[in-house]
């Protein structure tokens, strides 16, 4: 069975950096593209880019470029979504996704709230 | 980046009634698009991929069409569990945008 599983739920102060997770399982994770989603609060879908966890070829959203950095291990199956200084326009809720040119799985999202 | 801009953003039906929802892009996208269904704190599910193809396990009442710039999903006889948020994405190129949403509604 296919299986995205994110790490849980953060809570961070403007400014901190965090890294959060998306650990693929049921599949050859390097054969499909990974793909991060934004929802913010009452929102929706926004596409903040995708990585070839094979070969780490990593395409950004210009509203994300240079706001978020994407990476995957393929030796665990697992992608990360990094900030390095959160603002609390960032609360969200962030889902990854597997493939490109459309989606057939997702995670279950990973909220998180940025408040001082 | 490509435009989406989907058509009505909210939507009152029936159960048992036939709707349609419409997509438009900002410029042509072949038949690169896709539709998902979004359910309250839950992840979105793709329902129908490539403007046509019906996802594995979808109900065939779902049904979508179009190409260029204009498409349409359909859902020929609507059922108690289909009252969500739909969104369509285009994926035909970087980044790969998505509408903002039609929120289906029970009258």
């Known amino acids: 069975e296919v299986q995205l599983v994110q790490s849980g739920a953060e809570v961070k102060k403007p400014g901190d950096s965090l890294k959060i997770s998306c650990k693929g399982s049921g599949y050859t994770f390097t054969t499909y593209w990974v793909g991060w989603v934004r929802q913010m609060p009452g929102k929706g879908l926004e596409w903040m880019g995708i990585?070839?966890?094979?070969?780490?070829?990593?395409r950004y959203s210009p509203s994300f470029q240079g706001q978020v950095t994407i990476s995957a291990d393929k030796s665990i199956s697992t992608a990360y979504l990094q900030w390095s200084s959160l603002k609390a326009s960032d609360s969200a809720i962030y889902y990854c996704?597997?493939?490109?040119?459309?989606?057939?799985?997702w995670g279950q999202g990973t909220l998180v709230t940025v408040s001082s | 980046d490509i435009q989406m801009t989907q058509s009505p953003s909210s939507l009152s039906a029936s159960v048992g009634d036939r709707v349609s929802i419409t997509c438009r892009a900002s410029q042509s996208i072949s038949s690169s698009l896709n539709w998902y269904q979004q359910k309250p704190g839950k992840a979105p599910k793709l329902l129908i991929y490539l403007t046509s193809s019906l996802q594995s396990g979808v109900p065939s009442r779902f049904s979508g069409s179009g190409s260029g710039t204009d498409f349409t999903l359909t859902i020929s006889s609507l059922q108690p569990e289909d009252f969500a948020t739909y969104y369509c994405q285009q994926s035909y190129s970087t980044p790969y945008t998505f509408g903002q949403g039609t929120k289906l509604e029970i009258k």
């Open positions: 996704a597997r493939g490109s040119t459309w989606v057939d799985y």
């Open positions: 990585i070839s966890p094979g070969d780490s070829d990593t």
